[in-house]
């Protein structure tokens, strides 16, 4: 029995530089930030030292009914939303209940709901705690809240493997597909952690950017003088089916997802491995499912989070899979003007390859004043064209514990 190929239907976001898929595509092209000063009285009032975020451009709460919105912590919000566009896009595949499963991905979880509940334990005992806190708070509940929104009863799975998160659960969910659990899948993931105990965390451990006054070009991917991530948050889903299911049912498709590696660095709990081992070996799995090599690869999608030392290493990861074709690949480092959606990001920049390929064009990477000759990707400013070929690209995510997750797009 032949491998079943997968393919992309449908696509939806919620991010910081746009409400849906195509908005935050066209501002992504147009060179737009995310990035903004966050105006609540907790950052005064907790003297962080870090002052701004990329906030999603549209609050989810103000999209969804409000009896829907009160019973969902907002990054579930975010992935109700995300998954609705998402939805809507494919056609609303007829499938079967057993037939359709959830693989979504979470870095944090419900950190809002949690952090909130326990104020009001403090502030006003046990009986004014809500019984939907647990709920809203678990790390699956998006994935099982888009369960019970969309009937999916094949499964509903959740990974939360920091910021490669979201890109694993697309892997997996490819894996799914190809193993016959389902016959479409939803794929993402979401985040919601724009939060003081996160941002005193992060920047507690000289992780966060510190331009407080200029948010907007604080995130410098590649740049030499790049000082840290900027926090982002939002929420993005990719439907995926088998191309039989999606082609008898007259679907229109963006890609297939023909590759992806999971692996683990088993070296440093925030820190990636200095010689990339681990990342290396995820884009080696990568090509090796997509039956390809590294002189088919069109674009990369670097994870890239503009941290001094997570830049180099990317690119030494990929010049050991690569070699000298690394420095020939158009390159684009998406954060710079999203922000880190942590365990949304991987989907988000999934969805921005696929339309990388399909338009054929590498979207620009804003910020860079002087790019460090220890990243000397193929990056730029301005959009670069892909060209008129056949199109192969790869997304990379990497997260806190180890974690690498890597997938390949290609054209159909």
Same mark, same amino acid.
């Given at each position: 029995?032949?491998?079943?190929?997968?393919?992309?239907?449908?696509?939806?976001?919620?991010?910081?530089?746009?409400?849906?898929?195509?908005?935050?595509?066209?501002?992504?092209?147009?060179?737009?930030?995310?990035?903004?000063?966050?105006?609540?009285?907790?950052?005064?009032?907790?003297?962080?030292?870090?002052?701004?975020?990329?906030?999603?451009?549209?609050?989810?709460?103000?999209?969804?009914?409000?009896?829907?919105?009160?019973?969902?912590?907002?990054?579930?919000?975010?992935?109700?939303?995300?998954?609705?566009?998402?939805?809507?896009?494919?056609?609303?595949?007829?499938?079967?209940?057993?037939?359709?499963?959830?693989?979504?991905?979470?870095?944090?979880?419900?950190?809002?709901?949690?952090?909130?509940?326990?104020?009001?334990?403090?502030?006003?005992?046990?009986?004014?705690?809500?019984?939907?806190?647990?709920?809203?708070?678990?790390?699956?509940?998006a994935a099982g809240n888009l369960s019970l929104?969309?009937?999916?009863?094949?499964?509903?799975?959740?990974?939360?493997?920091?910021?490669?998160?979201?890109?694993?659960?697309?892997?997996?969910?490819?894996?799914?597909?190809?193993?016959?659990?389902?016959?479409?899948?939803?794929?993402?993931?979401?985040?919601?952690?724009?939060?003081?105990?996160?941002?005193?965390?992060?920047?507690?451990?000289?992780?966060?950017?510190?331009?407080?006054?200029?948010?907007?070009?604080?995130?410098?991917?590649?740049?030499?003088?790049?000082?840290?991530?900027?926090?982002?948050?939002?929420?993005?889903?990719?439907?995926?089916?088998?191309?039989?299911?999606?082609?008898?049912?007259?679907?229109?498709?963006?890609?297939?997802?023909?590759?992806?590696?999971?692996?683990?660095?088993?070296?440093?709990?925030?820190?990636?491995?200095?010689?990339?081992?681990?990342?290396?070996?995820?884009?080696?799995?990568?090509?090796?499912?997509?039956?390809?090599?590294?002189?088919?690869?069109?674009?990369?999608?670097?994870?890239?989070?503009?941290?001094?030392?997570?830049?180099?290493?990317?690119?030494?990861?990929?010049?050991?899979?690569?070699?000298?074709?690394?420095?020939?690949?158009?390159?684009?480092?998406?954060?710079?003007?999203?922000?880190?959606?942590?365990?949304?990001?991987?989907?988000?920049?999934?969805?921005?390859?696929?339309?990388?390929?399909?338009d054929r064009v590498a979207p620009p990477t804003?910020?860079?004043?002087?790019?460090?000759?220890? #990243?000397?990707?193929?990056?730029?400013?301005?959009?670069?064209?892909?060209?008129?070929?056949?199109?192969?690209?790869?997304?990379?995510?990497?997260?806190?514990?180890?974690?690498?997750?890597?997938?390949?797009?290609?054209? #159909?």
């Amino acid at each position: 029995m032949s491998t079943p190929r997968i393919v992309v239907t449908g696509i939806g976001a919620t991010s910081p530089i746009g409400a849906t898929a195509q908005e935050s595509w066209d501002a992504l092209l147009d060179g737009a930030s995310g990035a903004r000063t966050l105006e609540y009285d907790w950052v005064e009032k907790y003297q962080l030292p870090v002052t701004f975020a990329a906030q999603a451009k549209v609050r989810p709460d103000t999209i969804l009914p409000r009896p829907v919105s009160k019973r969902l912590d907002p990054a579930s919000q975010f992935a109700m939303v995300a998954a609705q566009e998402a939805w809507e896009d494919a056609g609303a595949p007829d499938v079967a209940p057993e037939r359709l499963g959830v693989d979504f991905a979470t870095g944090i979880g419900g950190v809002w709901t949690l952090l909130d509940a326990w104020d009001v334990l403090r502030e006003k005992g046990p009986r004014r705690v809500m019984p939907m806190t647990v709920p809203m708070l678990m790390p699956n509940a998006a994935a099982g809240n888009l369960s019970l929104h969309f009937g999916a009863r094949a499964y509903a799975r959740t990974v939360a493997s920091a910021c490669a998160s979201s890109t694993e659960s697309i892997v997996n969910a490819v894996e799914h597909l190809r193993a016959g659990l389902a016959d479409v899948v939803i794929a993402g993931g979401t985040e919601s952690a724009i939060h003081p105990i996160t941002i005193a965390s992060f920047a507690s451990m000289q992780a966060l950017s510190r331009r407080n006054d200029d948010p907007a070009t604080a995130s410098r991917p590649g740049s030499v003088d790049r000082d840290g991530f900027v926090m982002g948050e939002g929420a993005a889903v990719l439907i995926l089916e088998t191309e039989e299911h999606a082609r008898a049912r007259g679907a229109k498709i963006y890609a297939a997802v023909v590759g992806g590696g999971v692996t683990a660095d088993s070296y440093h709990i925030t820190a990636n491995d200095p010689e990339g081992h681990g990342a290396a070996r995820a884009v080696e799995m990568a090509l090796a499912m997509a039956d390809a090599s590294p002189d088919d690869i069109t674009h990369i999608n670097a994870h890239a989070t503009s941290t001094p030392v997570g830049d180099p290493n990317e690119y030494q990861a990929l010049k050991a899979v690569l070699g000298d074709r690394v420095d020939e690949i158009p390159v684009s480092a998406t954060k710079a003007s999203t922000g880190h959606l942590l365990g949304g990001t991987g989907a988000l920049e999934a969805m921005f390859t696929i339309l990388a390929i399909r338009d054929r064009v590498a979207p620009p990477t804003i910020n860079i004043t002087t790019q460090d000759p220890e #990243v000397p990707f193929r990056i730029s400013g301005e959009t670069q064209s892909l060209g008129s070929g056949p199109q192969l690209a790869i997304s990379n995510s990497f997260g806190f514990g180890g974690h690498n997750a890597v997938a390949a797009f290609t054209t #159909v």
